[in-house]
């Protein structure tokens, strides 16, 4: 959790972003994402994370329905 905030503060500092939003696989884990959201907020950022989609594999599938849908035409 320290390496990602301390990853997050070098980004700020050559981008000057501060919201972080935290998916993919490794913040399906629990406690990685419990203990990074309360150090993220410490050093200043918003930090986001989904709530209604998986943050893995099937959120990703759900995004390349949304594509597909969008550049197919209606049958």
Same mark, same amino acid.
């Given at each position: 959790?320290?390496?990602? +905030? ?8 050559? =981008?000057?972003? @501060?919201t972080?939003v935290? %998916? &993919? ?11 990074? +959201?309360?150090?993220?907020a410490?050093?200043g950022?918003? =930090?986001?994370? @989904?709530?209604?989609?998986? %943050? &893995? ?7 390349q329905?949304?594509?597909a ?6 049958a």
């Amino acid at each position: 959790a320290r390496g990602v +905030v301390d990853m997050c503060r070098r980004i700020r500092d050559n =981008a000057g972003l @501060s919201t972080v939003v935290l %998916s &993919g696989g490794v913040f399906a884990n629990a406690v990685l994402l419990e203990r990074t +959201v309360p150090l993220l907020a410490e050093a200043g950022f918003e =930090a986001l994370r @989904s709530v209604r989609v998986p %943050s &893995g594999d099937g959120g990703i599938a759900l995004g390349q329905a949304a594509i597909a849908s969008r550049r197919l035409p209606c049958a």
